[in-house]
């Protein structure tokens, strides 16, 4: 599904905060800040990843355990 670091996100930012069970504003924010940082493109139904590894970080996640679940 991913391909450089990119895949197919088919939904709206609303579909996400429902999913997520977050408030829009809270979840606007969120995106913002990740695409102010550099770490992440979401453009039309795109997702990009720029920096996994500052992403997994920020998020607490440690990305060397090979018996880990996906990033989302």
């Known amino acids: 599904m991913v391909r450089n670091g990119e895949c197919v996100l088919p939904y ?3 579909d996400l905060t429902d999913a ?3 408030s829009v504003v ?3 924010k969120t995106l ?3 695409r102010t940082m550099g770490l ?3 453009r039309d139904v ?3 990843i ?3 590894a500052a992403v997994a970080q920020l998020a607490g996640i440690d990305i060397s355990d090979t018996d ?3 990033l989302i």
Request: charged content about 35%; cysteine-free; overall charge positive.
């Open 32 to 34: 913002s800040r990740l």
């Open 68 to 70: 880990r679940r996906p």
């Open 46 to 48: 795109r997702l990009k």
């Open 20 to 22: 997520l069970g977050l």
């Open 26 to 28: 809270h979840t606007n």
């Open 12 to 14: 709206k930012q609303r």
């Open 50 to 52: 720029i920096d996994t």
């Open 40 to 42: 992440v493109i979401w």
